[in-house]
């Protein structure tokens, strides 16, 4: 398999390896869907992994970056990110498959050796990524990073809840009517991702590489670079307590609903569906006003709305019928799937956005190694907090007595899970004192911002968050399925047109 960089993509090139990321997007969600967090949660409890153990869980896909090192030197060494990127991700999923055969052949695992395979499975990955975020930032035109990203977000965001919501009714089903068959139907998961995580690697290699301008100065100095620049550190402060701040309670919601709450794994499926469907029909508009406004302003926006969904769930299980407990965790994810789309697709893009082009590769590395360093600590530290807070109660009741009525409300009951949610609420607000301080080019104060997306909301709801959507959808599919033609240029007209 020849992947060799062209020194200049053509307008063709650059649509097929616009089609070709897309496609390996959709087949990496396939497997994600199979080995989504939730599921191998549930897996995790299946096996009677511990609060700590589920935390490692958690942290292993961010801990991992710290091989993001051995990206950089791959790319300085050979310059040929695509191919650094293509078979790390063969060698990423592989582990997937031999995982899932062991299980079905042995008929059984543990927690430990579950880690080990998805330690190669995120260790891998966290190889390729570096080299596919350069990759991208050179062959994405510029200008429509947002509109582009977004577009792929929502295409396999469509695909990941129909998959997600097929497999949890299918997982319910086998705990229901064959219980000692559930392990195996976990190995079966991993083989069915690892195979299509692999032919995703396939569809990626076929996407062209712009040859790299990598700069030839000393491999520390090369790492001191991202620091020296004010404006990057000051995005790397803001990124890494955010990650911290949001990550201690995050990885423990679906064990929450699973365990504390004793919900089936369908329950907990369907509503992190609302939070993708929010996320899908809403992605589009975020993405079109971080191009035309910053994406700071768009973090700005959507932040605070992430902070009261997770403040929210300390209140999760105060009242007494469960139809009005899934009621509240159903607005929680609701308001969580709109905040989450504008914060991950600015995180992302702001760090594309502030990363020179010569050295993109490091400064993302070195933004992704620090920020790992914090998102891998905190599910580890909220393990062990969730153990502590386990044996501690903290309840909050009003007591009306009256001749006819004498009842006691619960305001806020804190315990295990419920203490780690206020904690991360409270850093995620700290956090955010960091964010004033990044500057980018294009920023407008969020209150105007605020205003004219409420306007352009009321204005053109429909459009924007359903019709323009639902339309577009065969449109975009039949943009991926058909080759897009560039009109030659007329022999006989002038270059001025």
């Known amino acids: 398999m020849a992947l060799i960089p062209k020194k200049q993509l053509s307008e063709t090139d650059v649509q097929k390896g616009l089609r070709m990321v897309i496609w390996d997007g959709l087949a990496a969600e396939v497997m994600i869907a199979f080995t989504g967090s939730t599921f191998l949660t549930a897996m995790a409890l299946l096996l009677g992994a511990s609060n700590v153990q589920i935390g490692l869980l958690a942290s292993m896909p961010t801990i991992t970056n710290l091989s993001q090192l051995i990206s950089i030197f791959l790319v300085r060494k050979f310059n040929n ?20 055969v062991i299980i079905v052949l042995t008929g059984h695992t543990s927690v430990e050796i579950l880690l080990t395979f998805l330690f190669l499975y995120y260790f891998f990955g966290s190889i390729a990524g570096p080299s596919w975020n350069s990759w991208m930032k050179d062959m994405v035109p510029e200008n ?15 695909l990941n809840v129909v998959m997600s919501l097929a ?9 229901d009517f064959y219980p000692d068959a559930e392990l195996q139907t976990y ?22 590489e712009p040859q790299s301008k990598l700069s030839h100065i000393n491999l520390v100095s090369v790492f001191k670079m991202p620091l020296q620049n004010i404006n990057f550190r000051r995005l790397l402060f803001f990124n890494s307590a955010w990650v911290f701040a949001t990550n201690l309670g995050i990885p ?23 939070s993708q469907i929010m996320s899908i029909l809403t992605i589009r508009i975020w993405g079109i006003f971080s191009d035309k406004y910053s994406n ?43 905040a989450t789309a504008g914060i991950n697709l600015s995180l992302t893009n702001i760090g594309l956005k502030l990363a020179p082009n010569k ?49 006691i409300f619960k305001i806020l009951s804190l315990h295990e899970w419920n203490f780690l949610f206020l904690i991360s609420a409270t850093l995620a607000i700290i956090s955010m004192e960091f964010l004033i301080h990044i500057n980018e080019v294009g920023e407008m104060d969020k ?32 943009a991926m399925l058909r080759p897009k033609r560039v009109k030659k240029p007329d022999k006989s007209a002038s270059p001025g047109g």
Request: proline share 3%.
């Open 81 to 100: 990110r695509r191919a650094i990127a293509v078979y790390c991700a063969y060698l990423a999923r592989l582990p997937l498959v031999i995982a899932g």
């Open 359 to 407: 050295d993109a590769i490091v400064y993302l590395s070195v933004k992704n190694i620090i920020t790992a360093v914090f998102s891998s600590i905190a599910p580890l530290i909220g393990g062990l907090l969730a153990d502590y807070f386990s044996k501690i109660q903290l309840t909050v009741s009003v007591q009306w007595n009256s001749p006819n009525i004498n009842r």
């Open 296 to 338: 700071k302003t768009i973090i700005a926006l959507s932040a605070p709305i992430y902070i009261a969904s997770i403040l929210a769930w300390c209140f999760v299980g105060l009242f007494n019928k469960a139809y009005l407990n899934l009621v509240w965790l159903a607005g929680i994810h609701f308001f969580m799937g709109i």
């Open 187 to 208: 190995a079966v998961f991993f083989i069915l991702a690892g195979a299509i995580g692999i032919l995703g690697g396939y569809l990626l290699s076929r996407a062209p």
């Open 447 to 478: 209150f105007i911002v605020r205003r004219i997306m409420r306007t352009t909301v009321r204005k053109s709801l429909r459009e924007y968050f359903l019709i323009g959507n639902i339309i577009n959808i065969h449109d975009e599919i039949r």
């Open 144 to 158: 429509m990073l947002g509109v582009y990203f977004s577009r792929r977000t929502r295409l396999t965001q469509m």
């Open 252 to 274: 423990f919601f679906s064990a929450y609903m699973l365990k504390g709450l004793g919900m089936p794994i369908s329950y907990v499926i369907i509503l992190n569906v609302i």
């Open 167 to 175: 497999l949890a009714f299918l997982l319910d089903y086998i705990r």
